[in-house]
């Protein structure tokens, strides 16, 4: 079902702009590669739109929106442009080969705006919106118009640009909170008002792009799909700008729990968002907070005596909706060391892991390890450990032996055995504290330009005894790749993320000179 044909009242369009409007957000930056595996999995998923990225802002944004529209089988996938030629032009030509491609241009109209950012009047916007528009539907048949501002705009002057926008061809018409101001009812008197007052408003859909900023973009999206809102703008795990934005797993599982309260359908698998929510994290390297609804490590867990009494005489004393339909086990087996071998590959399965036998063999060793540290080994335990097994496959390099000496009186010292091509090597190393201490040793050992762009610990599950998971992306010769490490001990976590990095890097340089490769075999 194309999204123009969509405007079905009952028909929600989800339009995901996590790869735009979330990697804004500071830190949040994706690879090349990052950004192509999430457009995929947003594209299997069911997402309606995937806003790709903003073409002009630089080479690196315009390849990853033009290679996402060339491989995108069921999305539509959107380009954003400000109100100026260029940009439209660009964002036409990025996604030019997209079989639903879109252009999403936008300008501001609130007071506040023009006087500051635009500096212009409200007659000269107008003239800008109609220009703009018209170019971009010159160039593709699905152009969506956004004023920017909208919920500090004159209900007066933004029917106006609505106007004006439908009449130059705009066939999505958005209305964005685009500082997190408005409250619900304000939100949803906006659109009932612009829908009423603009005479050809039916020739469009209407679109609701919320930001977080008191906590309100949920329920501001919500009540602007009741007011006649037919598409919603939103990222995995909210993130964007400031405090992000509506986020996509609460939109869709707010419509798909309450249907008494919003008769409203959409596409999305709901049984993929904790993946999404995973995938998406391990991208931008931005932890998910514990208490996050929907994909949160703690939105399906009951410690309360009085909760698990309810829960062990009837699920729904206390969930109302299942784990399942998230993509998230039921079961919650406590595993520890006296846990076998069929018992771990049973917990496995239940967290979507198929392994080899050796694969496998390698990962159960490593758990009882780890259950020989902790008390409990939790799901998030397992989850870490298996993703960096996986992430193992094929390494050129290991961690093998690692110490380390720190304290008030410094230097601090790190000594490191690596197996590197089946041969280990050790070195001691100084630094400016143990974690650079260690990355020197892992310098001396495996010589390399790498620069460090991003070093973050944080802990995977709670108590002193919790695994640690740590990040590093290194960047090297224009390349960039992010790795995780995870170990109770931060310093071995911290060496097995560079190293795994190191690796990821060393994999790139193969594929880059496929002579070197064939060489090599």
Known sequence: MSVQAASNKSRV??????????EQCPGATMTFEEKIEVADLLDSMGVDVIEAGFPIASEGDFEAVAAIASRIQRATVAGLARAINADIDRAGEAVRRAKRGRIHTFVSTSPIHLAHQMRKSEAQVLDIISATVARARNLVEDVEWSAMDA??????????????????????????????????????????????????????????????DLGMAVANTLAGVDGGARQIECTING???????????????????????????????????????????????????????????????????IHQDGMLKNTTTYEIMTPESVGVSKTSLVMGKHSGR???????????????????????????????????????????????EIGRVGERVRVDALTVISGTMGPQTATLTLNVDGQS??????????VDAIFNAIHALVPHTASLELYQVHAVTAGTDAQAE????????????????????????????????????????????????????
């Open 151 to 212: 919920t500090r705009t004159p209900i007066d002057y933004l029917c106006q640009c609505v106007d004006a926008a439908i009449k130059a061809g705009a066939t999505t018409i958005n209305l964005p909170d685009t500082v997190g101001y408005a409250t619900p009812d304000e939100y949803r008197a906006m659109f009932r008002a612009v829908r009423e007052r603009v005479v050809n408003s039916d020739k469009a859909i209407f679109s609701v792009h919320c930001h977080n």
């Open 13 to 22: 369009i989800i339009f995901d702009t996590t790869l735009r409007d979330g």
């Open 342 to 388: 069929n018992a771990f590959r049973d917990k496995l399965k239940t967290l979507g892991y198929e392994l080899g036998d050796n694969a496998l063999q390698e990962a159960f060793k490593r758990f009882k390890d780890l259950a020989d540290r902790k008390k409990i080994v939790y799901d998030e335990d397992i989850e870490a450990l298996v993703d960096e």
């Open 470 to 521: 740590v990040s590093v992306r290194l960047s090297e010769d224009g390349r960039s790749v992010t790795a995780r490490g995870a170990d109770p001990d931060t310093m071995v976590a911290s060496a097995r993320a560079y190293v795994a990095a190191l690796n990821k890097l060393m994999a790139k340089r193969l594929k880059s000179k496929p002579e070197a490769a064939g060489a090599a075999g």
């Open 425 to 434: 090597t050790t070195k001691q190393a100084t630094g400016n504290g143990p």
């Open 239 to 305: 993130i964007g700008e400031r405090a992000g934005n509506a986020a996509l797993e609460e939109v869709v599982m707010a419509i798909k729990t309450r249907g008494d309260a919003y008769a409203y359908e959409c596409n999305v698998d709901s049984t993929m968002l904790v993946r999404a929510s995973k995938q998406v994290s391990a991208a931008t390297s931005f932890p998910v907070q514990y208490n996050k609804a929907i994909v949160g490590r703690n939105a399906f867990a009951h410690e309360s005596g």
